[in-house]
């Protein structure tokens, strides 16, 4: 069921679930997650791929850091898409794909859990994924003092209690990301945001050679569950791009890192 929501910046949003709107307020905005270490600076006209899009959140921070910069969101879950095109409505800028990006042109079966759409992917598997939530809920609990800790894991316990159960196989369309570049008339990406649930090898692998040179700054959430947090770092240094890896405290323990790549202040 969708809903709307004020931001704590007074942004009013349309979102799935009122907690995870809250929860990625928190990430994109506050923690600014996705903005490299040394901070984010791109050019006039920016052009900025949001790949792993869910309700626009990241789409929305862009484009009250760069107005004019022009932000291409990808999500492939018609729901979750829904709502991405209600929050981005108003912004001329933005542009709402429904799609995933993978490696090879396909239709193909998501996961999509209702309840936590952000865990939503290809490859998603409640036990793991709940497991995953679960570390992120002790290692958050750590932080604070015995009594609010324990208060704070039965509520998001509570909070947690069936959010991965009703979930969906949902058919999407699947394209690599040289070819809708192509189709639509660009020839750089100033910033890509990669965060897909353990699909980011087969972003990364349809982004074909002729362009690889023309990406400037990326940032990834990378679950390194199979090795994959190597692979995407090979792949950003073997096209030329310097890459630094670091792994938020909340997730200390886990397979989440986030991956910063750019080409330097020469490029």
Same mark, same amino acid.
């Given at each position: 069921?969708s809903?709307q929501?004020?931001?704590?910046?007074g942004?009013?949003?349309h979102g799935i679930?009122?907690?995870?709107t809250d929860?990625?307020?928190?990430e994109i905005?506050e923690?600014?997650s996705?903005?490299?270490?040394g901070?984010?600076?791109?050019?006039?006209?920016?052009?900025v791929?949001d790949?792993?899009?869910?309700i626009?959140?990241f789409?929305?921070?862009?484009?009250?850091?760069f107005?004019?910069?022009?932000v291409?969101s990808?999500?492939?879950?018609?729901?979750t898409f829904e709502?991405?095109?209600?929050?981005?409505?108003?912004?001329?800028?933005?542009t709402?794909l429904?799609m995933?990006?993978?490696?090879t042109a396909?239709?193909?079966?998501?996961t999509?859990y209702p309840?936590?759409t952000?865990?939503?992917?290809?490859?998603?598997?409640?036990?793991? %994924?709940?497991?995953?939530?679960?570390?992120y809920i002790?290692n958050?609990?750590?932080?604070?003092d015995?009594v609010?800790?324990e208060?704070?894991?039965?509520?998001?316990?509570e909070?947690?209690e069936?959010?991965f159960?009703?979930q969906?196989?949902v058919?999407?369309?699947v394209?690599?990301?040289?070819s809708?570049a192509?189709r639509?008339?660009i020839?750089?990406? &100033?910033?890509l945001?990669? %965060?897909v649930?353990?699909?980011?090898v087969?972003?990364l692998e349809?982004i074909?050679?002729?362009?690889?040179?023309?990406i400037?700054?990326?940032?990834?959430?990378?679950?390194?569950d199979?090795g994959?947090l190597?692979?995407v770092?090979?792949?950003?240094e073997?096209?030329?791009?310097?890459?630094s890896v670091?792994?938020p405290?909340e997730?200390?323990g886990t397979?989440?890192?986030?991956?910063f790549?750019?080409r330097?202040?020469? &490029?």
């Open positions: 069921m809903s929501k004020i931001l704590g910046n942004l009013l949003v679930n009122r907690n995870e929860y990625l307020y928190k905005f923690e600014e996705y903005v490299p270490p901070g984010l600076q791109l050019p006039e006209n920016a052009v791929f790949v792993g899009a869910n626009g959140m789409a929305l921070f862009m484009s009250e850091r107005p004019d910069a022009r291409f990808f999500e492939p879950v018609p729901q709502a991405l095109c209600k929050n981005v409505a108003s912004l001329p800028h933005v709402p429904n995933a990006l993978g490696d396909e239709t193909r079966e998501l999509f309840q936590y952000m865990m939503s992917g290809f490859d998603a598997d409640p036990a793991v %994924d709940k497991a995953l939530v679960k570390s002790e958050v609990a750590s932080t604070l015995a609010r800790a208060v704070f894991v039965e509520e998001a316990d909070l947690l069936g959010r159960e009703g969906q196989k058919p999407c369309t394209e690599r990301l040289d809708v192509e639509l008339g020839d750089r990406i &100033d910033f945001k990669i %965060d649930e353990g699909f980011e087969k972003v349809g074909g050679e002729e362009l690889w040179p023309k400037a700054r990326a940032a990834v959430e990378v679950e390194d199979h994959e190597v692979a770092r090979s792949l950003f073997k096209h030329g791009m310097r890459v670091e792994q405290a997730y200390r397979s989440v890192y986030n991956l790549a750019d330097g202040q020469d &490029d």
